[in-house]
C-alpha cells in the first residue's frame, strides 16, 4: 500500500548515501541574484518558443537549472549572472534532444551541430535574423550577448571550447550505433579512460569556467591558460563533475539506457555488485579533487618564482575559484534538483522526453 510513496524517498536516500562517497563538499554558497535569474532564464527561453505550454515551463523550472548556475558563479551579479543561467539551461535543452531517437542517428546529429557551428561563424555585430527555430534562434541570441565586446583571444578560446563540446555529440551517436571502431555495445568493452576522453568534452564545463574571466573582468593569457599547472587543473574539474554526474544520474541513464556512463562502463569492466562500481568512481573523484586542492596550494609559489605580477596572481586565484565552485557547485545542485530523483527518472524512462526534446525539426529516420 506504501510501496509507491515510498519509491521517491528510496532514491533520495540511494542518492544521498551515494554521495557522501565524495571526500569534497556540495557547494551551497548559492548567489543571492538567483532567483531573479530563475525567471529570466524562463522568459527567455519562452520567449523563443522552446516551452510549448504552462506545464512544460513547470516541468523545466522543477530541474532548477538556475541553482546549478547560482553555485557555479556566487559573485556574478545582474546581467553577468542572466548570461550564465542562460548558458546552463540552454546547455540541457540542448542536451535533451539527444535523449530519443536522435541520439542514435548521426547523420542528423552531424546536421545540428554543423548549424550550431554556423552560428558560432556569423558576425556579432551584423549576423542575419534567423528563422531557424527556437534551438537555433536563442542560441544565436546566447552567442552575441556572451561575446560581444570581449578580447579576441578570450572569444577565440570560448569558440574552441564550444567546438569541442559540440563535436562530442557526434561522437557519442557513433558510438551508440557502432560506427567507431571499439565502439557499440558489451561485445567491445571500454575503459572508463576511454569515456572520460570523451565526456570530458560532453559535460560542458569549460565553456561554463571561461565565462569566470568576463564576470570577474580579467583575461588570462593564453600561455598561461594553456600551461601547466592550470590546463592539468581545467582537466581534473572536467574528470570530477563528470564522476559526480554519473553517479548522480546513475538511475536516470539505466532507465533510458544511455551507456555513456562511467559507473556503468566501471561495472562492465570490472563486474560485481553495481555499488562495487559506485565506490570505485567516487574514489576516482576524490583522487582527483585532492591533486587539484595539492596543486592549487602550490600554485602562488610557482606562480611568483616565474615572476607573475600580483595582477595575474589574483586574476589565476579567482580562475582557480571558478573551477573549485563548478566541481562543488556541480555536487550541491545535484542533491537539490529533481533531474535525477524518482520523479525525474520516471520523466525519461518508457521512451519519453522532455517536452522541449523535439526542437530540432529533425524527422525520425
Known amino acids: 500500500m506504501h ?22 563538499p556540495a557547494s551551497a554558497d548559492l548567489n543571492p541574484g538567483t532567483e531573479a535569474a530563475r525567471h ?51 546547455y540541457f535543452v540542448f542536451d ?51 561575446n560581444s565586446g570581449r578580447p579576441q ?33 558489451a561485445e567491445v568493452p571500454r575503459s572508463v579512460e576511454d569515456v572520460l576522453a570523451l565526456r570530458r568534452h560532453s559535460i560542458g564545463v569549460q565553456p561554463c569556467l571561461d565565462l569566470n574571466e568576463p564576470f570577474d573582468g580579467y583575461t588570462l593569457p593564453s600561455a598561461l591558460h594553456g600551461g601547466f599547472p592550470l590546463e592539468g587543473m581545467r582537466e581534473a574539474t572536467d574528470d ?16 533510458v539506457g544511455d551507456v555513456h556512463n562511467s559507473v556503468i562502463v566501471q561495472r562492465e569492466r570490472a563486474g560485481g555488485e553495481l555499488e562495487d562500481a559506485v565506490r570505485h568512481i567516487a574514489d576516482l573523484a576524490n583522487a582527483r579533487y585532492r591533486w587539484f586542492e595539492e596543486t ?29 565552485h563548478v566541481m562543488t557547485g556541480n555536487l550541491g545542485w545535484s542533491l537539490r534538483t529533481a533531474r535525477y530523483d524518482e520523479q525525474g527518472t520516471e520523466a525519461v524512462s518508457g521512451g519519453r522526453q522532455r517536452p522541449w526534446a523535439q526542437l530540432t525539426g529533425a524527422q525520425p529516420a
Open 40 to 90: 529570466h532564464t524562463i522568459q527567455w527561453l519562452s520567449r523563443f518558443g522552446v516551452f510549448e505550454d504552462h506545464a512544460s515551463v513547470a516541468e523545466y523550472d522543477a530541474l532548477r537549472f538556475d541553482v546549478l548556475a547560482g553555485l557555479f558563479y556566487p559573485r556574478a551579479t545582474g546581467a553577468d549572472l542572466n548570461l550564465g543561467s542562460d548558458l546552463v539551461g540552454w
Open 296 to 324: 592549487a596550494a602550490e600554485l602562488p609559489a610557482r606562480l611568483a618564482d616565474a615572476g607573475a605580477d600580483p595582477d595575474t596572481r589574483r586574476a589565476v586565484a579567482r580562475y582557480v575559484d571558478g573551477m573549485r
Open 153 to 185: 583571444v578570450w572569444r577565440d578560446r570560448f569558440r574552441h571550447h564550444w567546438l569541442e563540446y559540440l563535436h562530442s555529440y557526434h561522437r557519442e551517436a557513433l558510438e551508440r550505433t557502432g560506427a567507431l571502431p571499439g565502439a557499440g555495445g
Open 240 to 255: 570530477v563533475v563528470v564522476f559526480t554526474n554519473d553517479i548522480a544520474s546513475l538511475d536516470k541513464e539505466l532507465a
Open 3 to 24: 510501496t509507491h510513496a515510498a519509491r521517491p524517498q528510496a532514491r533520495r536516500t540511494a542518492l544521498l548515501r551515494r554521495a557522501a562517497l565524495f571526500g569534497f
Open 96 to 146: 535533451d534532444q539527444f535523449d530519443g531517437e536522435l541520439g542514435s542517428r548521426p547523420e542528423a546529429v552531424a546536421r545540428l551541430v554543423a548549424d550550431v557551428v554556423r552560428i558560432t561563424d556569423e558576425d556579432l555585430a551584423h549576423g542575419r535574423a534567423g528563422d531557424d527555430g527556437p534551438l537555433l534562434e536563442s542560441f544565436r541570441d546566447l552567442w552575441r550577448r556572451i
